[in-house]
């Protein structure tokens, strides 16, 4: 099983503030896809195959990586992006998701 | 609109059966491979299940191998999970997702609580 690793796993950014958080791979991955999950809502695809933005969501996103690390940018924080984000991989079976990292306004 | 609606949810004896139902709509459902994926209370996501477009392969998670079964109706646009032989670890919100390019829309979620 690839294990996802999150990091950080919990951070706080004033609003304009640059994000980024990276998820390591235990075995090399071909993609990584992202999620955005606010509290007590459904989870939300953000980026698939590494860097495509899903439908929707705000160019501010982005996502860059290979091999076993991965990344995922927020260039100018928003107070609507406080969220817990998740790394998922679908190179292997099982699919496996990150353990997440929960994203606070300052 | 892609809408995913699950239902079936509940609180349930461990060993008990329960079978969650995903309703599609707004796409078309046989195009897409279909998933279930769950959260346990306060913790991370976890795919359980996907099965193909047209039903005929099913992958699922190790520890509910032989115990869950991923299933399709596409005449009715419906995703089921069966769930056999609970256990307290199965405690979880269970969410319906598409499958494609990622899960790239998802239901609303619906509580599934193993409990005597």
């Known amino acids: 099983e690839i294990v996802l690793t999150q990091s950080p796993t919990t951070t706080a950014a004033s609003p304009g503030e640059k994000v980024t958080i990276t998820c390591l791979a235990s075995s090399s991955v071909s993609n990584m896809y992202w999620y955005q999950q606010k509290s007590g809502a459904s989870p939300k695809l953000l980026i698939y195959s590494t860097s495509s933005l899903a439908s929707g969501v705000p160019d501010r996103f982005s996502g860059s990586g290979s091999g076993t690390s991965y990344s995922l940018t927020i260039n100018t924080m928003e107070a609507e992006d406080a969220a817990t984000y998740y790394c998922?991989?679908?190179?292997?079976?099982?699919?496996?998701f990150g353990s997440g990292t929960k994203l606070e306004i300052k | 609109e892609v809408q995913l609606v699950e239902s079936g949810g509940g609180l349930v004896q461990p060993g008990r059966s329960m079978k969650l139902s995903c309703a599609a709509s707004?796409?078309?459902?046989?195009?897409?491979?279909m998933a279930w994926v769950c959260q346990a209370p306060k913790k991370g996501l976890e795919w359980v299940a996907t099965i193909s477009y047209d039903g005929s392969s099913t992958y699922y998670r190790d520890s509910v191998k032989g115990r869950f079964t991923i299933s399709r109706d596409n005449a009715k646009s419906t995703l089921y999970l069966q769930m056999d032989s609970l256990r307290s670890e199965d405690t979880a919100t269970y969410y319906c997702?598409?499958?494609?390019?990622?899960?790239?829309?998802w239901g609303q979620g619906v509580m599934v609580t193993v409990s005597s």
């Open positions: 998922q991989q679908w190179s292997s079976n099982p699919f496996t």
């Open positions: 997702a598409r499958h494609f390019w990622g899960f790239d829309y």
């Open positions: 707004g796409f078309t459902f046989n195009n897409y491979d």
